[in-house]
């Protein structure tokens, strides 16, 4: 296993080889990528890497540049400074090449409203290049009944899981998702999910950017969170979260505390102890055996390591 020091703050970030990835060049390669739009610079020195058959998850606020680094790999952008490489090319001008072996979801998909489902994927898939079957795609993401319904009467939903039909059509090496679940149902969410495990499972590389933590847990294998337009820090999903101190939190009367934690003790609320350490199991045992040891009842025990959620509110804030 990686050791959770291996997480990077506030640097460039090149993945470190990671079990059950596929040697080779890596599908994406992004380095020292900067863009500005006049003189806002949206992404600043952004660098990373992602690897055959690994889930990638950019997270972070409201324009922190997600959306902006997705368009420059897709090859909507060019950059102002840096490369980005996908399959080794340059997407912008190797475009055939990439799309080819890339399914792309952008953020809003832009549907002729008057076609149908059905007449809309069709026409997507006569636009790519990769064979594939329509109607097992429409299934896949339980669109098959709304077929022959027009786009424009479709529910949000619903059109944000057409965009994930059309993207894995034909099932590409690579998928390029842009927040592919914002606005679905939990329901809904989790079938997506579902579909993306599958495409994992069968080795499909995937980036993707998202505002739920949740999503980058369920999937992603790596994280990197960006804060106006830099990469705060990038790493495993236990790399991130070791980031910050595991916490234990319980009522017990004024006793003072057995010697030999490493946590420390912060801040609680009245007549509670809070805890907080960089070794949460070895803390944790010692704390219930000095416990029992002084027929102590740790009234409301809770214990739990750093989250994804904590690392990003710190980032964020
Ligand atoms: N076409 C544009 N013209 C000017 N500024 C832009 C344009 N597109 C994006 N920006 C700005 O660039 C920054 C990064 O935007 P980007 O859309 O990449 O962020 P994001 O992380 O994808 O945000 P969100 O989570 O809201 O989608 C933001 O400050 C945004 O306002």
Same mark, same amino acid.
């Given at each position: 296993?990686?050791?959770?020091?291996?997480?990077?703050?506030?640097?460039?970030?090149?993945?470190?080889?990671?079990?059950?990835?596929?040697?080779?060049?890596?599908?994406?390669?992004?380095?020292?990528?900067?863009?500005?739009?006049?003189?806002?610079?949206?992404?600043?020195?952004?660098?990373?890497? +992602?690897? /055959?058959?690994?889930?990638?998850? @950019?997270?972070?606020?409201?324009? $922190? *540049?997600?959306? =902006?680094?997705? &368009? %420059?790999?897709?090859?909507?952008?060019?950059?102002?400074?840096?490369?980005?490489?996908?399959?080794?090319?340059?997407?912008?001008?190797?475009?055939?090449? +990439?799309? /080819?072996?890339?399914?792309?979801? @952008?953020?809003?998909?832009?549907? $002729? *409203?008057?076609? =149908?489902?059905? &007449? %809309?994927?069709?026409?997507?898939?006569?636009?790519?290049?990769?064979?594939?079957?329509?109607?097992?795609?429409?299934?896949?993401?339980?669109?098959?009944?709304?077929?022959?319904?027009?786009?424009?009467? @479709?529910?949000?939903?619903?059109?944000?899981?057409?965009?994930?039909?059309?993207?894995?059509?034909?099932?590409?090496?690579?998928?390029?998702?842009?927040?592919?679940?914002?606005?679905?149902?939990?329901?809904?969410?989790?079938?997506?999910?579902?579909?993306?495990?599958?495409?994992?499972?069968?080795?499909?590389?995937?980036?993707?950017?998202?505002?739920?933590?949740?999503?980058?847990?369920?999937?992603?294998?790596?994280?990197?969170?960006?804060?106006?337009?830099?990469?705060?820090?990038?790493?495993?999903?236990?790399?991130?979260?070791?980031?910050?101190?595991?916490?234990?939190?319980?009522?017990?009367?004024?006793?003072?505390?057995?010697?030999?934690?490493?946590?420390?003790?912060?801040?609680?609320?009245?007549?509670?102890?809070?805890?907080?350490?960089?070794?949460?199991?070895?803390?944790?045992?010692?704390?219930?055996?000095?416990?029992?040891?002084?027929?102590?009842?740790?009234?409301?025990?809770?214990?739990?390591?750093?989250?994804?959620?904590?690392?990003?509110?710190?980032?964020?804030?």
């Amino acid at each position: 296993m990686t050791p959770a020091s291996e997480a990077v703050t506030g640097g460039h970030y090149r993945a470190p080889p990671r079990p059950g990835t596929l040697p080779g060049m890596p599908v994406i390669e992004v380095t020292d990528l900067r863009c500005t739009y006049g003189a806002h610079v949206a992404v600043d020195g952004v660098d990373f890497t +992602v690897e /055959r058959g690994e889930v990638f998850a @950019l997270l972070g606020a409201n324009g $922190a *540049g997600k959306t =902006t680094t997705l &368009e %420059t790999l897709e090859g909507h952008r060019a950059p102002q400074g840096g490369r980005v490489r996908v399959f080794g090319h340059e997407p912008r001008t190797a475009r055939r090449a +990439v799309r /080819r072996r890339t399914g792309v979801m @952008l953020q809003d998909g832009g549907f $002729a *409203g008057e076609l =149908t489902v059905r &007449e %809309t994927a069709n026409l997507w898939a006569r636009l790519g290049t990769r064979d594939g079957d329509v109607e097992s795609d429409l299934a896949q993401l339980d669109l098959s009944h709304r077929a022959d319904v027009a786009v424009e009467q @479709l529910s949000g939903g619903e059109q944000r899981r057409l965009e994930v039909a059309l993207a894995i059509h034909g099932r590409p090496e690579l998928l390029i998702f842009d927040e592919p679940t914002t606005g679905l149902d939990p329901e809904s969410r989790r079938r997506t999910w579902q579909v993306i495990g599958e495409l994992v499972a069968a080795g499909t590389t995937i980036l993707l950017t998202t505002h739920y933590l949740e999503e980058a847990e369920a999937l992603a294998d790596r994280v990197a969170i960006l804060r106006d337009g830099r990469i705060a820090i990038a790493g495993t999903l236990g790399q991130v979260s070791a980031q910050l101190p595991a916490r234990i939190a319980f009522r017990a009367p004024a006793v003072p505390l057995p010697p030999d934690l490493e946590a420390l003790r912060v801040e609680g609320r009245v007549g509670e102890v809070v805890l907080e350490t960089p070794r949460l199991q070895p803390d944790l045992a010692r704390l219930l055996a000095w416990a029992d040891a002084h027929d102590l009842t740790l009234d409301r025990l809770h214990a739990r390591g750093g989250s994804l959620e904590d690392v990003f509110m710190t980032v964020v804030a």
